[in-house]
C-alpha cells in the first residue's frame, strides 16, 4: 500500500517528466501547441503545490531522492518550458544559449540555492505567460488567474514565509563577497 510520500514522490516524477513533454510539444506541434504547453504549466504549478503538503501527511516520515530534489525538478520544468520556447520559435537559439550558460555559471559559483533556482524560473514562466497572453489569450488567463488563485489560498504563509524566505536566500551571495575580502 502506498503511503502518502510515495504518492507526493510519484507527482513529482510526474513533473520531473515534463521537459520530454515540452520537447514533444515543440517538435510535434510547434506554436500551435502553446496552448497545451501552458496547461502543462498549471499542471507543474499544481503538482508542486500539492507534492510537499501530501508528503507532509505521510505516516511514514523519511526522506527521498525526489522529495530532496524538489527545487531540482523544478528547475528542470522551467528548462522544459525554454525548450518548448526554442522548438516553437518562441525564442532564438542564441538567447536559450546565453540564457542557459549565465544560470550555469551562477549555480557553478554559488551552487543551487533556493532563490536563485526560483529566479531562474521566473522569466521563463513569465515569457510563456507574456506569449500565451498574446498568442492564445484565454489560456494566458487561466495562467494569470491561477497565480492569483495560489497566492489568495497560501496568502498567510505567502507574506509570512515565501516572499521573505526568496528574499532573504540571496544571502548568499553577501557571504561569497563578504569572505572575498
Known amino acids: 500500500?502506498?503511503?502518502?510520500?510515495?504518492?507526493?514522490?510519484?507527482?513529482?516524477?510526474?513533473?520531473?517528466m515534463l521537459p520530454?513533454?515540452?520537447?514533444w510539444v515543440g517538435l510535434t506541434k510547434g506554436a500551435a501547441g502553446l496552448p497545451l504547453?501552458?496547461?502543462?504549466?498549471?499542471?507543474?504549478?499544481t503538482s508542486d503545490i500539492l507534492d510537499g503538503p501530501i508528503a507532509r501527511?505521510?505516516?511514514?516520515?523519511?526522506?527521498?531522492?525526489?522529495?530532496?530534489?524538489?527545487?531540482?525538478?523544478?528547475?528542470?520544468?522551467?528548462?522544459?518550458?525554454?525548450?518548448?520556447?526554442?522548438?516553437?520559435?518562441?525564442?532564438?537559439?542564441?538567447?536559450?544559449v546565453v540564457y542557459a550558460?549565465?544560470?550555469m555559471l551562477v549555480?557553478?559559483?554559488?551552487?543551487?540555492?533556493r532563490s536563485a533556482g526560483m529566479l531562474f524560473q521566473a522569466p521563463l514562466y513569465g515569457w510563456?505567460?507574456?506569449?500565451?497572453?498574446?498568442?492564445?489569450?484565454?489560456?494566458?488567463?487561466?495562467?494569470?488567474?491561477w497565480i492569483l488563485c495560489a497566492v489568495i489560498v497560501t496568502w498567510p504563509r505567502f507574506p509570512r514565509e515565501v516572499v521573505p524566505g526568496f528574499l532573504s536566500g540571496f544571502g548568499f551571495l553577501k557571504k561569497r563577497?563578504?569572505?572575498s575580502e
Open 1 to 16: 500500500m502506498l503511503v502518502a510520500k510515495q504518492v507526493a514522490d510519484l507527482i513529482t516524477l510526474s513533473r520531473a
Open 20 to 23: 520530454l513533454v515540452y520537447i
Open 37 to 45: 504547453a501552458a496547461m502543462l504549466l498549471v499542471y507543474s504549478w
Open 57 to 96: 501527511r505521510s505516516r511514514k516520515n523519511y526522506h527521498s531522492w525526489l522529495g530532496d530534489h524538489d527545487l531540482e525538478v523544478d528547475m528542470a520544468a522551467s528548462i522544459g518550458v525554454l525548450l518548448y520556447l526554442l522548438l516553437s520559435g518562441y525564442a532564438s537559439p542564441l538567447f536559450c
Open 101 to 103: 550558460m549565465f544560470w
Open 107 to 113: 549555480f557553478w559559483l554559488w551552487g543551487i540555492q
Open 128 to 145: 510563456l505567460i507574456w506569449i500565451s497572453l498574446h498568442d492564445a489569450f484565454e489560456f494566458g488567463v487561466i495562467l494569470v488567474f
Open 177 to 179: 563577497n563578504s569572505g
